[in-house]
């Protein structure tokens, strides 16, 4: 069933859309809040480090687990109601993390809020697909959307320390029920509802493959970087290829799939896929290493590296919003290879800086990658939700965030890695010869390690392994640079193969009725 909605969206979808845009922006901020709040939380709960990583981490995992099933869910009882659902049950939920008296309650807030948040996105963006019928006002919808969540990420901090500074660490928490509250109070007045004509029951089965595999691909990729390589990590890589794959052959034999196999069959579909997992890797590749670079190699403050990075996060706005635009002129395809190749020069400036270089190079570098490829984001994201048949749309939706998700855990993991060893591999070779097996052990941790036992050493010596760790972190950032400029080249391939006949292929076939079903 789906809501008559008129073939050109009028005032009623847009205001709907800035409707849509609340939870997303709510999302954004509950994501990094947590960093700001860490000392406040940290002296009233006391929680165990190992406890902390959970009320960290458990948001992400939940999100990314429970998106597949979710968007599936949206499809079969309504995508409105399904955001309505999870609007609520995240402002019931947040309620109760400003709440918490304890850690172990404050992980278990943690969960449910990510419960709830696998809840908004998939609804949010495959109502996009429902209200907004033409194809650029489609695009430009879905720019904005994606756009609400950079705004949200940027603005963060700055809402987060404006509450800590005026009331207790759950202030945080508790932002987000008057948005969701406005959410499913007008909800019903703006948005249409829609769902798949035709619902069948979810196999359970699926959903628990779904979530074990993604679970187990995101935690074995970030716990990569956080501590290496070890058999736990490697384990769970191992085990989400396995139920991956388990779950990509247990769609093929069900006549009512969580996942339905006719999505791939686009051309265009498979493509937006790859270039959003792509896209985003490469993206936040930029994102995570370039602050890094501030504060460990130039040797800033979190606060002036933060300012710095402020171009780079303008870029990706500018980016967004311009896509639409852009697209309807040269098509999607000619902007991707287009920002691909801005991009490459970006990535191909990175690769020159140094620890003694300006740092506006620096940022003029990062500042063209991420300008680059911001198009990219919006208009795979826009690409994935028109390939599918509009029943589909919620399962279509989960795809491209659970791709993204994974785009952010394979940068990070794998560029992280990338660049820890690379530094490792070089730094024997500029230290000064003499030193201790302990201070080499601690030097090989990273530049900040180094610079720590450095402070124990005598003066010329303490200055010749700090500039030693400066310029073994310069050449790992720039092997990552480089590899990030070659990848954008792949990307540029994979656009012009995989698109070139998008309208050809605008739509995957809708799947025929099977077992109980009937076309409607």
Not at 142 to 158: C, D, E, K, N, R
Request: with cysteine.
């Amino acid at each position: 069933m789906v809501t008559e909605v008129p073939a050109r969206a009028g005032r009623r979808q847009w205001l709907g859309l800035g409707l849509l845009a609340l939870p997303l922006f709510v999302l954004a901020i509950d994501a990094s809040v947590l960093f700001l709040a860490a000392p406040h939380i940290a002296a009233d709960l006391g929680p165990t480090p190992t406890q902390w990583l959970w009320a960290m981490d458990v948001y992400g995992f939940m999100i990314a687990g429970l998106l597949v099933t979710m968007g599936s869910v949206g499809d079969r009882v309504g995508r409105r109601r399904l955001l309505l659902i999870g609007s609520t049950a995240f402002a019931v939920t947040s309620l109760w993390a400003a709440s918490a008296h304890s850690p172990l309650s404050l992980i278990a807030a943690r969960a449910l809020l990510g419960a709830a948040g696998a809840t908004l996105m998939p609804s949010t963006l495959a109502l996009i697909r429902t209200m907004f019928r033409d194809e650029r006002q489609r695009t430009t919808a879905v720019a904005v959307w994606m756009t609400t969540f950079s705004v949200g990420v940027a603005l963060g901090p700055l809402i987060g320390g404006t509450l800590l500074e005026a009331f207790w660490w759950g202030s945080v928490f508790v932002v987000a029920v008057p948005v969701m509250a406005v959410v499913v109070l007008l909800g019903p007045l703006l948005l249409p509802e829609s769902r798949d004509p035709s619902p069948a029951r979810i196999d359970a089965v699926s959903v628990l493959l779904s979530i074990a595999a993604v679970l187990s691909l995101v935690y074995g990729l970030k716990e990569l970087v956080d501590s290496g390589p070890d058999t736990l990590d490697v384990t769970a890589l191992l085990s989400g290829l396995v139920l991956g794959t388990t779950l990509i052959r247990r769609q093929r034999t069900l006549t009512t799939p969580l996942i339905d196999p006719a999505l791939f069959r686009s051309r265009a579909f498979r493509a937006a896929l790859a270039l959003l997992v792509v896209g985003v890797f490469t993206v936040t590749s930029a994102n995570f290493l370039i602050p890094q670079f501030l504060q460990s190699a130039a040797g800033l403050s979190p606060l002036r590296a933060g300012l710095l990075t402020a171009p780079i996060a303008l870029s990706a706005i500018a980016g967004s919003l311009t896509a639409p635009g852009l697209s309807a002129r040269w098509g999607a395809s000619t902007v991707i290879v287009g920002g691909a190749a801005l991009s490459l020069v970006g990535y191909l400036v990175l690769a020159q800086v140094g620890p003694g270089d300006p740092l506006w190079v620096l940022v003029a570098g990062g500042t063209l990658a991420v300008l680059g490829l911001s198009p990219t984001t919006v208009l795979t994201t826009d690409l994935v939700v028109a390939s599918a048949p509009e029943e589909r749309a919620g399962s279509a939706a989960a795809l491209s965030e659970t791709s993204g998700e994974l785009g952010v855990a394979l940068g990070i993991a794998v560029m992280g890695s990338l660049a820890t060893a690379v530094y490792r591999l070089r730094l024997p070779d500029l230290l000064p010869e003499g030193l201790s097996d302990d201070t080499l052990a601690a030097a090989r941790e990273g530049v900040d390690a180094a610079r720590e036992t450095a402070g124990a050493l005598p003066p010329e010596v303490a200055g010749q392994v700090a500039t030693a760790a400066s310029a073994a972190f310069g050449t790992a950032f720039a092997t990552v640079g480089y590899t990030c400029g070659a990848i954008t080249v792949a990307l540029a391939v994979i656009a012009l193969t995989g698109l070139r006949q998008k309208g050809a292929e605008g739509a995957a076939p809708r799947p025929r009725p099977s077992g109980g079903e009937s076309e409607t």
